[in-house]
């Protein structure tokens, strides 16, 4: 009898093992990521990256646009070097360049309503995808507006879902998913009362924005641009397609690093939305830690909860 138990006691035991263990290799499907700048990336940086078990990145070209004028900082000649000096360099180190953060600004909104203004941002993006094509990326991220006037948000909407439908054609045309990103917005009103929030500041109105959009248009959820964030990632489902990491309150641009413990997002809510809509995209961080090596380690902690 004594052998018997301890038999059924040990085939339940490994049986456990084994459940634990599919469950946590259930868990580990995202790959890791981070935002970098284009310029930062050499060939040694990407290394460090790699060696690091980071698996991919997010790059913009910020650090080459003058944004008042909405032009590049280098010649043609130059960008087209530099996009294929990076594109090499990573596939030498095995980081994938998952996504690209599309250039933002106060002159640099898809939602002017001025039709001349809007035109000539799209023109803008238009050879920035140029560039940005050459390294290859999944993902293209758009933010829909900078902040408004007052009382013109229904105007900016539509303006936002004309530059979507142009954009849109030409990121499909590298082989790529558009996307775009929630934007903060604790209040309707910015502090002095005389703008408005960007648009896409809430559930509500990112869901009834993005049943606008064609269909093969996602969504870039960042974690702390909003209060409760797990909501706004079982809102939209399926649409989200990829992720900004940071941890906040909701109520500024606080961009704390998950582990560091400054923020107020409940990770373990926010898990559990990611495997309920099957989100599959990778763990994107958008905030900073000292070491390559934390990215992976935050994961690890923030996943075993």
Known sequence: MYIIKKTIYSAVLASLVILCSFSVQAQKKHKIGFAIGIN??????????????????????????????????????????????????????????????????????????????????????????????MLKPKIILFHPSYYLGLNEREARVKQLLKSVEE??????????????????????????????????????ESVAIFKMFPTDVYAAVDLNHIAQPEKLLLA????????????????????????????????????EALKTINYKGPFMYESTTKELEGYRECYNKLMAL
């Open 40 to 133: 930062a990336l050499t060939k040694k940086k990407l290394q460090q990256i790699s060696d690091a078990g980071i698996d991919c990145i997010e790059t913009g070209l910020t650090a080459f646009i003058n944004k008042d004028s909405l032009t590049f900082k280098l010649s043609d000649y130059e960008m087209i070097k530099k996009m294929r000096e990076v594109k090499q360099a990573a596939t030498e180190t095995g980081v994938e360049i998952w996504s690209i953060h599309m250039p933002y600004g106060k002159e640099i909104d898809i939602s002017f309503i001025e039709e001349e203004r809007r035109q000539k941002v799209i023109a803008f993006h238009q050879q920035a995808l140029k560039y940005v094509s």
């Open 167 to 204: 954009l849109n054609t030409s990121v499909k045309a590298m082989k790529a998913s558009m996307v775009v990103e929630n934007m903060l917005g604790p209040a309707l009103l910015v502090s002095k009362g005389n703008q408005e929030r960007p648009l896409l500041r809430t559930v509500e």
């Open 236 to 271: 939209l489902g399926a649409r989200v397609k990829t992720l900004h990491v940071a941890d906040g309150d909701g109520k500024a641009e606080r961009h704390y690093f998950p582990c560091d413990g400054k923020g107020q997002n409940d990770w373990k809510a926010i898990f």
